[in-house]
């Protein structure tokens, strides 16, 4: 039985698993880190976790060079241990740490391969027979030894000295101090083989004051030779304690010549010879020495004063812009502004822009970033925020936790090497917050112009100047972004494509770029218009590319099957082919209404992929109320209201019985219920299908509408007009009811789709209703030829030729 710190019983087997350790002697009671790598130390390891004690004896190797010792060359003395934790490394090492329970003696070695398994017996600590006082004596002198060897050299850790004020066992005060003290194995094995404790702790003292003797010499030929130059102080450093001690000036010198060399700002400059300075004070196997030495390696290797040498040809810069990306004229031009501004101003005194790229997914917003870095001669780093929910991953940790790192910015910046790169902040809108603080928050002093000249990340804990860098952040949804956020962006949208532009795109760089992926040539495939045109209308139905580059994609690869397979043949292909190598078409116009319907109306919306068509039905029953269906979020169902309030208070001027909303219920119902929908653009469609659906009016097929409405019948303007104008067309709609006050955002189409467009600006329901209604008299009675043709159509559609 062994006991652990707990002073818990533990019952270990005679036989255990072996790991000789090189260079270390582990004592009971002491819990350290282990590096596992030769493989048959990895097997014992892994023997020991499968077993339930998880205990493994621990002996020193003679030699630490050898690497598979013999029984011979491993100590008889050891320790037997627990396995606390077990990690695997990336290098195929193992990392355990343990807590040494036990002395052992080895007796025999009953397995040598394919690890060593040896049977052992438990070494009792004997009772110490000395006088107390003597004990008590001795114990004193021991820890006042050692506190006056840590406070004026690196033998030992500070942090030993509280640990040992509430040790009084001999035994165990020599055993914690021999693991603390940097003995050869040979003089570490001499103490774990000591058994009675006053003798151990006699010969630990005796260590102890031959390296206060070493200390005092070398304080004297410290004093004899301040002047000696350094090279001499080295060599006395080797000859006194090693090379280790030389070894470490050799590195402070360096940094500290990297200090100088480096051009930091004062502040900078000052804390960080401050800390080195401490660094240079401490024990180099303390824990704080590698925080500060971890820290200093940050300081000097992120860029203070390094910059790209910036391109202000403008039409070099129009060059690569327009070799990149088609059309997207607005971005383009921001940039062309900044680099003119810089031109005229001077690259130094001109901030970095903080730009917000807005859009549906697929249109180029991170790529953008790509080609504006090479436009501008900077260097590109992305930082993805979707899902960061820790204020930490912006400002980084405090350098007091284990572990700490700087923030992502800091981190870019070291990775750009560079004070003005291209920071892209990607999908910004998908940025989170939970109890460990709100990144987006934290994003506010990095985007603000004014301050980000003197950011403070909490691991530097100094001053880094921000305001060179071009940040360009991408969001699919505004308005998940905080108004405070959004404001310190210049916000760029970028819409969907049409179906023109996405035929010039496919021609110039989709085509080619998935011809050259693929591997075929101009001499294997040709692209008809007409066959990009089909895989554009069938079988993508998006505002962005990315479904669009996949399907050339597969088309490039179906011909290279072929080619592969002997057929030498060019491949032409056409609109009409393109079905015998990607299949039957995905998506057809069979979305669009084929009739004029009577409760049936095409509204139009947008998300964050861009613009879609909408229908909304009615239909009424016996009942009272109204009934709403297909996933309506709070304001669609608010809309409905809105719809039904004013038609119901304006029932007479509309030519609708009052009596029906007595005898009827009203069911409105949006299909494809699975996807949740919400705002307030489809209040004229609402309304529209209602009145359709009252006085037996049908609505034209040909027309799609967007727009809020009111109790008193005003239609309001919504966003997101190019959009759904473009999901209109793509629909084969060409007539599209907007709000009169939205007129100005049809600047945002261009001219070539405007022309194809009918847009009827409207305000208020009453014209909408007199567009959208065929046959629609208010304050009229249907006539009777009308009557007529209801009576003989089995059907409320009408065919259209």
């Given at each position: 039985m062994?006991?652990?710190?707990?002073?818990?019983q533990?019952?270990?087997k005679?036989?255990?698993?072996?790991?000789?350790?090189?260079?270390?002697v582990?004592?009971?009671f002491?819990?350290?880190?282990?590096f596992?790598?030769?493989?048959?130390s990895?097997?014992?390891?892994?023997?020991a976790?499968?077993?339930?004690d998880?205990?493994i004896?621990?002996?020193?190797?003679?030699?630490?060079?050898?690497?598979?010792?013999?029984?011979s060359?491993?100590?008889?003395v050891?320790?037997i241990a627990m396995?606390?934790r077990?990690?695997?490394l990336?290098?195929?090492?193992?990392?355990?740490l343990?807590?040494g329970l036990?002395k052992?003696?080895?007796?025999?070695?009953e397995?040598?391969?394919p690890?060593?398994?040896?049977?052992v017996?438990k070494i009792?600590?004997?009772e110490?027979?000395?006088?107390?006082?003597?004990?008590?004596a001795?114990?004193?002198?021991?820890?006042?030894?050692?506190?006056?060897?840590v406070?004026?050299?690196?033998?030992?850790?500070?942090?030993?000295?509280?640990?040992l004020?509430?040790?009084e066992d001999?035994?165990?005060?020599?055993?914690?101090?021999?693991?603390n003290?940097?003995l050869?194995?040979?003089?570490?094995?001499i103490?774990?083989?000591?058994f009675?404790?006053?003798?151990?702790?006699k010969?630990?003292?005796?260590?102890?004051?031959?390296?206060?003797?070493?200390?005092?010499?070398?304080?004297?030929?410290n004093?004899?030779?301040?002047?000696?130059?350094?090279?001499?102080?080295?060599?006395?450093f080797?000859?006194i304690?090693?090379s280790?001690?030389a070894?470490e000036?050799?590195e402070?010198?360096?940094?500290?010549?990297k200090?100088?060399?480096k051009k930091?700002?004062?502040?900078?400059?000052?804390?960080?010879?401050?800390?080195?300075?401490?660094?240079e004070?401490?024990?180099?196997?303390?824990?704080?020495?590698?925080?500060?030495?971890n820290?200093?390696?940050?300081?000097l290797?992120?860029?203070?004063?390094?910059?790209?040498?910036e391109v202000?040809d403008?039409?070099?810069?129009?060059?690569v812009?327009?070799?990149?990306?088609?059309?997207?004229t607005?971005?383009?031009e921001?940039?062309?502004?900044?680099l003119a501004v810089?031109t005229?101003?001077?690259?130094t005194?001109?901030?970095?822009?903080i730009?917000?790229?807005?859009?549906?997914?697929?249109?180029?917003?991170t790529?953008?970033?790509?080609s504006?870095a090479?436009?501008t001669g900077?260097?590109?780093?992305?930082?993805?925020?979707?899902g960061?929910?820790d204020e930490s991953e912006?400002?980084?940790?405090?350098?007091?936790?284990?572990?700490?790192l700087?923030?992502?910015f800091?981190q870019?910046?070291?990775?750009?090497g560079t004070?003005?790169?291209?920071?892209?902040?990607?999908?910004i809108?998908?940025?989170?917050?939970d109890?460990?603080g709100?990144?987006?928050?934290?994003?506010?002093?990095?985007?603000?112009?004014e301050?980000?000249?003197?950011?403070?990340?909490?691991?530097l804990n100094v001053?880094?100047?921000?305001?060179?860098v071009?940040f360009?952040?991408?969001?699919n949804?505004?308005?998940?972004?905080?108004?405070?956020?959004?404001d310190?962006m210049?916000i760029?949208s970028?819409?969907g494509?049409s179906?023109?532009e996405?035929?010039?795109i496919?021609k110039?760089y989709l085509?080619?770029k998935?011809?050259?992926?693929?591997?075929?040539?101009?001499?294997?495939?040709?692209f008809?218009?007409?066959a990009?045109i089909?895989?554009?209308?069938s079988?993508?139905r998006?505002?962005?590319?990315r479904?669009?580059e996949?399907?050339?994609?597969?088309?490039?690869?179906?011909?290279?099957?072929?080619?592969?397979m002997?057929?030498?043949?060019?491949?032409h292909l056409?609109?009409?082919?393109?079905?015998?190598?990607?299949?039957?078409?995905?998506?057809t116009?069979?979305?669009?209404?084929?009739f004029?319907?009577?409760?049936?109306?095409?509204?139009?919306?947008w998300?964050s992929?861009?613009g879609?068509?909408?229908?909304v039905?009615a239909?009424?029953?016996?009942?009272?109320g109204?009934?709403l269906?297909?996933?309506?979020g709070?304001?669609?169902?608010?809309?409905?209201?809105?719809?039904?309030?004013y038609i119901?208070?304006h029932?007479?001027e509309l030519?609708?019985?009052?009596?029906?909303?007595?005898?009827?219920?009203?069911h409105?119902?949006?299909?494809?219920?699975?996807?949740?929908?919400?705002g307030p653009?489809?209040?004229?469609?609402l309304a529209?299908?209602?009145?359709?659906?009252?006085t037996?009016?049908?609505?034209?097929?040909?027309?799609a509408m967007?727009g809020?409405i009111?109790l008193?019948?005003?239609?309001l303007?919504?966003g997101?007009i190019?959009?759904?104008?473009?999901?209109?067309?793509?629909?084969?709609?060409?007539?599209?009811?907007?709000?009169?006050?939205?007129?100005?955002?049809?600047?945002?189409?261009?001219d070539?789709?405007?022309?194809?467009?009918?847009?009827?600006?409207?305000?208020?329901?009453?014209e909408?209703?007199e567009?959208?209604l065929?046959?629609?008299?208010?304050k009229?009675?249907?006539s009777a030829?009308?009557?007529?043709?209801k009576?003989?159509?089995?059907t409320?559609?009408?065919?259209?030729?």
């Amino acid at each position: 039985m062994v006991s652990n710190f707990n002073g818990e019983q533990i019952e270990f087997k005679e036989q255990l698993p072996l790991l000789p350790v090189r260079d270390i002697v582990v004592y009971p009671f002491m819990i350290l880190p282990l590096f596992v790598g030769r493989e048959s130390s990895i097997i014992a390891v892994e023997e020991a976790i499968n077993n339930h004690d998880r205990l493994i004896v621990l002996s020193s190797q003679k030699d630490i060079q050898t690497e598979r010792p013999d029984p011979s060359e491993i100590f008889d003395v050891a320790t037997i241990a627990m396995i606390m934790r077990m990690r695997k490394l990336p290098d195929g090492r193992i990392k355990i740490l343990v807590q040494g329970l036990n002395k052992v003696r080895i007796l025999q070695y009953e397995e040598l391969t394919p690890f060593y398994k040896v049977k052992v017996e438990k070494i009792e600590s004997p009772e110490s027979k000395s006088d107390p006082v003597q004990v008590e004596a001795l114990t004193r002198n021991v820890k006042e030894k050692l506190e006056k060897l840590v406070s004026n050299s690196h033998t030992a850790s500070p942090d030993i000295l509280m640990v040992l004020e509430d040790i009084e066992d001999p035994g165990r005060l020599a055993d914690l101090i021999a693991s603390n003290l940097n003995l050869r194995v040979t003089e570490a094995q001499i103490i774990l083989e000591t058994f009675e404790p006053f003798e151990r702790l006699k010969y630990v003292d005796d260590i102890l004051t031959r390296e206060i003797q070493i200390l005092n010499i070398q304080d004297k030929l410290n004093n004899s030779n301040k002047h000696t130059p350094e090279s001499f102080l080295k060599e006395q450093f080797k000859a006194i304690s090693g090379s280790h001690e030389a070894q470490e000036l050799d590195e402070f010198a360096e940094m500290r010549d990297k200090l100088t060399s480096k051009k930091l700002p004062e502040e900078v400059f000052t804390e960080a010879s401050k800390q080195l300075n401490r660094l240079e004070r401490m024990h180099p196997d303390s824990s704080e020495s590698n925080i500060l030495r971890n820290y200093l390696e940050w300081i000097l290797d992120i860029p203070w004063t390094e910059a790209s040498k910036e391109v202000v040809d403008l039409a070099y810069s129009q060059k690569v812009l327009d070799e990149d990306h088609f059309d997207l004229t607005k971005v383009k031009e921001r940039i062309l502004e900044h680099l003119a501004v810089r031109t005229l101003k001077g690259t130094t005194k001109t901030k970095g822009p903080i730009l917000c790229f807005s859009g549906p997914p697929g249109v180029g917003k991170t790529s953008l970033g790509k080609s504006i870095a090479r436009a501008t001669g900077r260097k590109f780093v992305r930082i993805s925020l979707g899902g960061v929910k820790d204020e930490s991953e912006i400002r980084g940790h405090r350098r007091t936790y284990v572990g700490s790192l700087p923030g992502r910015f800091i981190q870019a910046m070291k990775q750009a090497g560079t004070i003005n790169p291209v920071i892209m902040l990607d999908e910004i809108d998908k940025l989170g917050s939970d109890y460990k603080g709100d990144p987006s928050s934290a994003l506010l002093e990095v985007l603000d112009p004014e301050q980000n000249n003197s950011f403070r990340d909490h691991y530097l804990n100094v001053p880094y100047d921000l305001s060179n860098v071009m940040f360009i952040a991408t969001a699919n949804v505004l308005d998940n972004i905080p108004e405070p956020l959004k404001d310190r962006m210049e916000i760029i949208s970028l819409t969907g494509y049409s179906q023109e532009e996405k035929l010039q795109i496919s021609k110039r760089y989709l085509v080619p770029k998935q011809m050259d992926e693929n591997g075929v040539t101009k001499e294997h495939i040709e692209f008809s218009d007409e066959a990009i045109i089909e895989v554009i209308k069938s079988f993508t139905r998006e505002a962005g590319l990315r479904n669009l580059e996949r399907q050339i994609g597969s088309l490039c690869r179906k011909v290279a099957k072929k080619i592969a397979m002997g057929h030498e043949l060019k491949t032409h292909l056409l609109g009409r082919s393109v079905e015998d190598f990607l299949g039957p078409a995905l998506y057809t116009n069979e979305d669009s209404k084929e009739f004029d319907e009577i409760g049936v109306a095409t509204g139009l919306a947008w998300t964050s992929a861009g613009g879609e068509i909408l229908h909304v039905e009615a239909t009424k029953m016996k009942g009272t109320g109204i009934t709403l269906t297909g996933k309506l979020g709070e304001v669609m169902k608010e809309s409905a209201q809105a719809a039904i309030g004013y038609i119901r208070s304006h029932a007479d001027e509309l030519g609708i019985d009052e009596s029906v909303f007595d005898s009827n219920e009203i069911h409105i119902h949006l299909p494809q219920g699975a996807i949740p929908k919400d705002g307030p653009s489809a209040g004229i469609t609402l309304a529209t299908t209602i009145v359709s659906l009252l006085t037996d009016s049908y609505i034209s097929k040909d027309i799609a509408m967007t727009g809020e409405i009111t109790l008193t019948g005003k239609v309001l303007p919504v966003g997101g007009i190019k959009e759904k104008c473009l999901a209109a067309m793509r629909s084969g709609i060409e007539t599209i009811i907007i709000p009169w006050k939205n007129q100005k955002d049809l600047s945002d189409i261009p001219d070539e789709f405007r022309k194809k467009l009918n847009f009827i600006p409207v305000k208020n329901v009453m014209e909408v209703l007199e567009v959208a209604l065929n046959d629609w008299q208010p304050k009229a009675k249907k006539s009777a030829k009308k009557k007529g043709n209801k009576k003989t159509r089995t059907t409320p559609f009408r065919e259209v030729a």
